[in-house]
T-cell receptor
């Protein structure tokens, strides 16, 4: 089983749609969780950290369920500029190294 | 915000050449930097953890004699791909943590990534 698994995608949605990404992780000792976005041929950029209580940043809402080892990201009112690959990232271990999911490609269409 | 600079951004060279990639934290000190590799349509894979003033920690399957890491200062880590071959062609990305040492603050500080280096070996 992969350490971090994401929806394989790709997702194609119209502008204004709500889209949800799902992610599961295998290491129950994982301690920190993030969503990054990566544009084509660019470096990953932090979108948001994910907390057990759930957190929201504008149109983006992240949820964490430690019991199920499940992380989600919800994007409301999607924009063209949201088109990117969304990476689920988990951190843990003695050096808090990051483990990346394969990513889910989102394309928002006009 | 925290900025990590990576250089060069693109390298094309012949098989057998050694290539050095630099990773600098521009406005913060990074005791730990990380080196990743990403093949097309694949996830980022951690290659090694670079610790200032000590030897790097390599992930399983990564040859430490082929991928030499030096972290001589708190703002600079280098990765040298020695005698590169076409199969080493990939996107190499470094990252650095910004903030207090892990032991004091835990691991929830995000990492900041360099722009990446696209390496093509002919």
């Amino acid at each position: 089983r992969k350490e971090v698994e994401q929806d394989p995608g790709p997702f194609n949605v119209p502008e204004g749609a709500t889209v949800a990404f799902n992610c599961t992780y295998s290491n129950s000792a994982s301690q920190s969780f993030f969503w990054y976005r990566q544009d084509c041929r660019k470096e990953p950029k932090l979108l948001m950290s994910v907390y057990s209580s759930g957190n929201e940043d504008g149109r983006f809402t992240a949820q964490l369920n430690r019991a199920s080892q499940y992380i989600s990201l919800l994007i409301r009112d999607s924009k063209l500029s949201d088109s990117a690959t969304y990476l689920c990232v988990v951190s843990g271990g003695s050096n808090y190294k990051l483990t990346f999911g394969k990513g889910t490609l989102l394309t928002v269409n006009p | 915000g925290a900025v990590v600079s990576q250089h060069p951004s693109w390298v094309i060279c012949k098989s057998g050449t050694s290539v050095k990639i630099e990773c600098r934290s521009l406005d913060f000190q990074a005791t730990t930097m990380f080196w990743y590799r990403q093949f097309p349509k694949q996830s980022l894979m951690l290659m090694a953890t670079s610790n200032e003033g000590s030897k790097a920690t390599y992930e399983q399957g990564v040859e430490k004699d082929k991928f030499l890491i030096n972290h001589a200062s708190l703002t600079l880590s280098t990765l040298t791909v020695t005698s590169a071959h076409p199969e080493d062609s990939s996107f190499y990305i470094c990252s650095a943590r910004d903030g207090p040492p892990i032991l004091l603050a835990g691991g929830n500080q995000p990492q900041h990534f360099g722009d990446g280096t696209r390496l093509s070996i002919l």
